[in-house]
């Protein structure tokens, strides 16, 4: 079992309102998009990514005009004339697609940033959290980062850590500590002036300081994403949390009253243990687990699964390490790593048991891979039963921990939803456009006029094959035309 990640916090008292600038600059390295000409992309077809998915209005033929870092107009080519001057790129036989959103990693080098790059994703909803390390803001190029930072609690990892007045506040015993109503009021206003989107709401987080939270961070402009314990699910998601996270937590919603009692006091240890196990080993055909996931498909939270942090444990995979933008990524900046040479993750056994002989520790080893690939294969069941509900869903790949990789990982992702039973089309609207319904964030997910000019153009039809996603032969983000092949250099 993954380790619980502990958050508490308690909100009672009123929040100063808050003005804050969250936009980012376009990805740096390239000639400013307000100095070039604008930029054409010719002949090929915009997929339609609207309605999550369930819309197919493609437009062959189209003409796509950039100016300024922004899409400008987007129209058929007997419709649209080109404008005189325009850089022009030919995407005859081509598909044009939004640049991919990560809702959940960590980005914490500059390998890390050109890897995500290369493979198209052009946001990254970033986290510390984890072992992922600290967000480098100071990347370059970069995808364009959207920070996610936790509230109402004791957190080292927090974004306030450092920042004046708040380390002695927000350093961490041996477990989070609640902070005072005002603690956070004033934390929720200093992050949000510090450019947070996201807020994490933890494991400690109860009721009635979550339906607080939520409500405060909506007026605000912020996005909730719930990992509830203390919280009972069903109060979170009536609270109008925006996404649960993580397949092996959001199961927890189906547990009886009884284990979720204990849960208030204490969540962690013993009493999470029992909640996790008792959810994951519900049959899948439990009426209460099928009532639950009809509740999950008639209300507003969306499912961010992170099914490529178990991606490894589940048959089928591939050695990740092979894909060329790999060559990018540092094992020693990524939390449990899979091995190189085999791709496999490891789960070596505790020090205190090195005593034993090597046959022994082998067999305990192995022992835990099996453990561990039995609960993913229990999880993905389950999920697929939620899935038949047919509630809405946003990509993440949850990187760098557990072998997920930052860019690579993304695209697992979408192969793992298709599996699950999303079309391709709505699998590629969970990483787009359903960012911009689920989370207001309307500046992205769509090739259209106003939207921040992230851009992909491929070579196969992405509505046919998943796997198309990956066949980039443009990658706009900014407006600025990035060199994918320049991008797995980086610059010493």
Aim: net charge negative; charged share 15%; glycine share 8%.
């Amino acid at each position: 079992m993954r380790p619980l990640r502990i958050a508490l916090l308690g909100v009672l008292g009123p929040v100063v309102a808050v003005t804050f600038a969250c936009p980012q600059p376009p990805p740096a390295g390239t000639p400013s998009a307000e100095t070039a000409p604008p930029l054409v992309l010719a002949g090929g077809t915009v997929v339609d990514v609207t309605d999550w998915g369930h819309s197919a209005k493609d437009l062959q033929d189209a003409v796509v005009i950039v100016r300024e870092g922004l899409i400008a107009a987007v129209g058929s080519r007997a419709d649209l004339p080109i404008p005189k001057g325009a850089r022009v790129i030919d995407c005859s036989g081509k598909f044009i697609i939004p640049g991919l959103v990560d809702g959940f990693a960590g980005m914490n080098s500059q390998g890390q940033a050109n890897a995500n790059l290369y493979m198209g994703v052009t946001t990254v909803a970033a986290t510390a959290r984890d072992h992922r390390g600290p967000i480098d803001f100071a990347a370059n190029p970069s995808p364009h980062i959207y920070p996610v930072d936790s509230i109402g609690t004791t957190d080292n990892d927090s974004r306030l850590f450092e920042q004046s007045g708040w380390h002695a506040t927000l350093k961490e015993g041996s477990h989070p500590a609640e902070l005072s109503p005002q603690d956070t009021a004033r934390e929720l206003a200093d992050t949000a002036r510090l450019g947070t989107r996201v807020l994490w709401l933890g494991p400690s987080l109860t009721a009635v300081n979550t339906q607080w939270i939520v409500a405060r961070a909506h007026q605000m402009g912020l996005a909730t994403y719930g990992e509830f314990l203390s919280t009972p699910y069903r109060v979170g998601v009536e609270a109008g949390v925006d996404v649960l996270l993580h397949m092996g937590r959001y199961e927890v919603g189906v547990i009886p009253g009884e284990l979720q009692q204990p849960l208030v006091d204490q969540p962690y240890g013993a009493p999470a243990n029992t909640a996790y196990d008792y959810a994951e080993r519900l049959p899948p055909t439990d009426p209460h687990l099928r009532e639950y996931a009809r509740f999950l498909a008639t209300h507003h939270a969306a499912l961010m699964p992170t099914f490529s942090l178990d991606y490894l444990l589940l048959p089928g995979h591939r050695n990740l390490w092979q894909e060329p933008a790999a060559t990018l990524l540092d094992p020693s900046r990524m939390a449990q790593a899979s091995n190189p040479d085999t791709g496999e993750l490891a789960y070596p056994v505790p020090s205190w048991l090195r005593f034993l002989p090597a046959m022994t520790q082998r067999w305990l080893e192995e022992s835990n891979v099996r453990k561990s690939q039995q609960s993913a294969m229990r999880l993905w069941r389950i999920n697929q039963t939620i899935f038949a509900a047919y509630p809405h869903y946003l990509a993440a790949s949850g990187a760098s921990v557990m072998g997920a990789m930052p860019g690579i990982s993304l695209h697992t992702e979408l192969e793992m939803l298709v599996s699950l039973g999303l079309s391709p089309r709505e699998a590629l609207a969970s990483a787009t456009n359903n960012y911009a319904l689920q989370l207001g964030w309307k500046e992205l997910g769509l090739v259209a006029p106003g939207r921040r000019a992230d851009i992909l153009v491929v070579d196969g039809d992405p509505t046919v094959s998943i796997w198309n996603v990956r066949r980039i032969s443009t990658l706009i983000a900014g407006g600025n035309v990035l060199d994918r092949r320049a991008l797995l250099h980086l610059k010493k």
